[in-house]
Nanobody, 126 residues
């Protein structure tokens, strides 16, 4: 069993930056791929970024490429999402998730993720 907990959300202005953190419990953190997803009001939860178990392979949604960066620190059981040049359309609840069936290429399918956090709200004002 893995538990994940996000933090770092908040209210910012367009163009600002935020860094989200996701702390995972358990000693098997390095076996999991990790992902970030987001859900805006009235919309489905969508993929944002993912990173494989070693941190050597990452994927980012086209909508955030060049602005967001996923990373992980296995010594701290923590995954990060650095968000720069934020836009109002980035407003959403951001979720961290762990994929037990980790592969070299991390998945962007939310159905592949086994454990989810409660989410952290990010609001970007124009």
């Amino acid at each position: 069993q893995v538990q994940v907990a996000e933090s770092g959300g908040g209210l910012v202005q367009a163009g600002d930056s935020l860094r989200l953190s996701c702390v995972s419990s358990g000693r098997t953190f390095t076996r999991y791929s990790m992902g970030w997803f987001r859900q805006a009001p009235g919309k489905e939860r969508e993929f944002v970024a993912a990173i494989n178990w070693s941190g050597g392979v990452t994927r980012h949604a086209d909508s955030v490429k060049g602005r967001f960066t996923i990373s992980r620190d296995n010594a701290k059981n923590t995954t990060y999402l650095q968000m720069n040049s934020l836009k109002p359309e980035d407003t959403a609840v951001y979720y961290c998730a762990a994929n037990a069936g980790s592969s070299y290429i991390p998945s962007y399918f939310r159905g592949d993720y086994d454990y989810w956090g409660q989410g952290t709200q990010v609001t970007v004002s124009s």
